[in-house]
Structures are given as structure tokens and as C-alpha cells.
């Protein structure tokens, strides 16, 4: 059975809205623009590149990713390598951008789990990731936290009212800019 890995830049309050820089929200770009920069911290984002056999979206993060990821091919090598899913009820088939399987429901998500291979990959897609954590398909987290808080806007975390889910912290650092590195697998 392949795990399910979610990735993600996150604010110690838990947001992850607009990282990069995306218009609309009104801290876009926090990653960049609140932090020195420290290459260490982003150790863990070319790991998963090397480990990850394949990159599972959410349809909003798949759009904003299509038209910049294919371009950035010293960067992201590995993710345009490597087969790509996008859960969506409404993304049509074929889009020549950055192709990609469509997956019309969590539980295509859960029969390509039980595949073999290495890692799925996910990145962004807060709406996936909370339906995801609901259906009990996430295995591991890995969350660089910003030492920053920014109040309003998307969370990492489901909001529903679940049962108690444990996590055991498997790796953990410390950088010199505040960030931290928090890689914890949930526990079944």
C-alpha cells in the first residue's frame, strides 16, 4: 500500500493560504516576504522530490500549478516527472498543460493508495486535504512552520468534528530564520 503524504508551508496558527504569493488574499506571499531565507529549511521539499512517486491535487491547486510548474524544470524536475492526480468533479480529461489523471472521488484516492509504489505527494489543496483527513487517508505530514501568525485564512487542518488522531513526531528541526521542520506520521 502506497502512503499518503501531505506537504506543506504553514503558519504556527495553522494557515496555509497563499504561500507564493497568490492574489486575493491579503498575506500572499508570506513565506517569502516574513522569513530571511535559510536553504536548510528547504531540505525536506527536494527529498520529497526524490522519495515521492507520484503528486495527487486538489482541481484549484492543479489550475494554479499547470501553467508555472512545467516551466520550472531545474526546480521542480522531479514533480513534472513523475504521474500526476487531480481529484475534481468538474476538471475535464486532457488538459495538455501538465497532464494529469482525474480522480472523480475520495475513493479513487483510496484504490490508488492500495497500489504499490512509492509516496503520493500532496501539495496546497487545502479543500482536498481537509477531505482527505476526514476519510482517514492521510499517513504522514510534512509541515515546515513559519514562525508567524497570520489570523484569517485557509487552514491545514480539517474544521469537522472528528475522533481524537494521534501523530508520532518522526523528525523535527530547527533553523536559524525560526522555521521548523515537523514530520509526523499518523498513528492507526
Known amino acids: 500500500m ?3 503524504i501531505v506537504t506543506s508551508f504553514v503558519s504556527v496558527d495553522g494557515v496555509v493560504e497563499a504561500p507564493g504569493g ?22 525536506l521539499k527536494g527529498r520529497e522530490q ?5 503528486m495527487l491535487l486538489g482541481r484549484r491547486s492543479y489550475e494554479a500549478f499547470a501553467p508555472v510548474w512545467p516551466t520550472m524544470t531545474q526546480e521542480f524536475a522531479g514533480y513534472n ?3 500526476r492526480y487531480v481529484v475534481s468533479t468538474t476538471l475535464a480529461d ?11 472521488s475520495l475513493d479513487d484516492v483510496a484504490a490508488l493508495k492500495q497500489g504499490d509504489g512509492a509516496p503520493i505527494i500532496v501539495h496546497g489543496s487545502a479543500t482536498l486535504v481537509a477531505s482527505l483527513e476526514d476519510a482517514d487517508l492521510v499517513d504522514r505530514y510534512h509541515l ?14 480539517s474544521g469537522s468534528d472528528r475522533d481524537l488522531t494521534k501523530l508520532a513526531l518522526v523528525e523535527h528541526e530547527a533553523y536559524g530564520n525560526g522555521i521548523q521542520k515537523q514530520v509526523f506520521d499518523v498513528i492507526r
Open 94 to 104: 486532457g488538459d495538455d498543460r501538465w497532464p494529469a489523471t482525474v480522480l472523480r
Open 50 to 54: 526524490e522519495e515521492a512517486g507520484a
Open 81 to 83: 516527472a513523475m504521474p
Open 2 to 4: 502506497r502512503q499518503l
Open 22 to 43: 497568490e492574489a486575493g488574499y491579503r498575506n500572499a506571499g508570506w513565506t517569502f516576504s516574513s522569513v530571511a531565507f535559510d536553504p536548510a529549511a528547504y531540505e
Open 144 to 157: 515546515l512552520v513559519f514562525p508567524v501568525l497570520l489570523g484569517a485564512g485557509l487552514r491545514l487542518f
